[in-house]
């Protein structure tokens, strides 16, 4: 229990400190935000920064810091490290470079930027890739809940029906200006989910469950290797590529740059705790990785409604209807929204008018339509890997960036260089990959990783690359006032 307590505070204090060095090395100041300088009653509307940060929260988390926590957890409390670590030096650095670059450039999607910093072909790709990885999650949270919603409800209010509300309901806040129900709805079900885990927390140490210490052995039931399945399945309780299409949608809504550790650092940090929270639970409500890994075959929502029920009595089980059903429909809606500020981005589409924002939802709204009515698990399963990769792209542009403005470009292209390594051995490796033993996989993955970060020195540390020492371009708010 002592570790657990351990990672708490260093996530904290995390926050306080790393986070203080993210932001100096960005260079935060007083120039006016896309919020005030571009407020067009639609998706860049100034929030204040409570609002700001909950949205962020929820829009980064829904039941990624569960989900992933959980299944992390299969490994043992050796989890707990990476959710730390990966949280502080890589997820929030993550999330906060590629807000506050959004910020710097118009409140641009994580595509628009990477084509900035790595060029015309990464734009092309990273244009496509965001938008059906988008959809994929729009489509993938639209079942979901609405076959938990039928369980909950009478026999004639069936799949077919709840699946329309749920896609009418994401057609409103895709098309509606951001803060008219996203700016609303969100910060009460951002406290639902952090309420949720302080008691699940509170919880697991009141009634006497057992957190076990820290250790680097492989406690997986099936001996599945922790390098890097462990550190892909965990996602967003450590570092996701999904919250690069998220960041956008907030630095369009920041009223002042200065609270952009607050907001991007911050709720990094604060769905980590709620990561570790929830791994702790898993390991201790189960009594070690073979219980946890048997209950989670029955299924991740079952595992978080038993949780709930035992520990927190009927109140919790309604919080843990509210988070398995609320949760994956606001990482959906907001997917839904990126996507269209994607296309919008792509083929500069002013989006104030209605009609612009009606010609991209519609279209969207209807292909998600027409996907759920087939079997997307098997394309599904790359999720994982698309999501971990987008997350390398985007610390490589941010360190592109980075050097750029003469900058410690090493705050990013660390986690960039660890995250390559990843990405790499996993598809390798993994079942819906390449099926390579790890004697393959793991020697190509750090060979990967580190022709990455060759070409990265190569092309920009030592000016051998194109465009390797053109400024950054400044936007009429790049300047401070």
Not at 198 to 205: Q, R, T, W
Not at 388 to 408: E, G
């Amino acid at each position: 229990m002592i570790s657990f307590f351990v990672c708490l505070v260093v996530l904290i204090v995390g926050f306080f400190t790393y986070g203080k060095i993210a932001e100096k090395v960005f260079g935060s100041d007083d120039r006016t935000p896309p919020s005030l300088a571009m407020t067009d009653g639609a998706d860049y509307v100034p929030m204040s920064t409570p609002r700001v940060f909950l949205i962020q929260l929820l829009n980064i988390a829904g039941l990624g810091p569960i989900f992933g926590a959980l299944a992390g957890a299969c490994w043992g409390p050796s989890v707990f490290l990476w959710i730390t670590l990966g949280t502080i030096f890589a997820g929030a650095v993550h999330d906060f470079m590629i807000g506050m670059m959004s910020m710097r450039h118009k409140g641009a999607s994580v595509s628009e930027l990477t084509g900035t910093y790595l060029g015309k072909g990464m734009l092309q790709v990273m244009r496509v890739f965001s938008v059906v990885l988008l959809v994929l999650v729009g489509v993938t949270f639209s079942t979901g809940p609405a076959n938990l919603l039928a369980m909950l409800t009478p026999k004639v209010l069936d799949t077919k029906f709840w699946l329309v509300v749920v896609l009418i309901y994401y057609f409103i806040a895709t098309f509606v200006p951001i803060d008219k129900v996203i700016g609303k709805i969100y910060p009460v079900f951002g406290i639902c989910l952090i309420v949720m885990a302080l008691g699940v927390g509170g919880g697991i140490l009141l009634k006497g469950y057992h957190i076990p210490e820290i250790t680097l052995t492989n406690l997986h039931p099936s001996n599945t290797p922790i390098w890097p399945i462990m550190f892909v399945s965990v996602a967003c309780g450590a570092i996701s590529g999904f919250h690069a299409t998220q960041s956008p949608l907030m630095a369009r809504c920041i009223r002042t740059e200065k609270d952009g550790r607050k907001v991007f650092y911050g709720a990094m940090v604060a769905e980590g705790i709620i990561a570790l929270i929830w791994a702790a639970a898993g390991v201790a409500f189960y009594n070690g990785t073979g219980g946890l890994a048997e209950a989670l075959s029955q299924g991740q929502s079952v595992v978080v409604y038993d949780i709930c029920f035992t520990l927190l009595g009927p109140v919790g089980a309604v919080i843990a209807m509210i988070g398995v059903i609320a949760c994956p429909v606001s990482s959906a809606d907001t997917a839904y929204r990126s996507a269209r500020l994607t296309l919008a981005d792509w083929f500069n589409y002013d989006q104030k008018p209605v009609k612009n924002r009606l010609i991209l939802t519609v279209p969207l709204l209807a292909v998600g339509a027409v996907l759920t009515q087939v079997d997307v698990q098997v394309v599904w399963r790359y999720f994982s890997w698309s999501n971990q990769t987008l997350a390398m792209i985007a610390l490589w542009a941010a360190s592109v960036y980075l050097f750029r403005r003469k900058r410690n470009y090493w705050i990013t292209v660390v986690p960039a260089s660890f995250m390559s390594a990843v990405s790499c051995t996993y598809i390798l490796m993994a079942q819906e990959g390449f099926k390579l033993p790890t004697s393959v996989a793991y020697p190509v993955g750090i060979a990967f990783a580190a022709a990455c970060l060759g070409v990265f020195l190569w092309s920009c540390v030592m000016g051998k690359g194109k465009n390797a020492n053109t400024p950054v371009q400044e936007t009429p708010y790049e300047s401070a006032q």
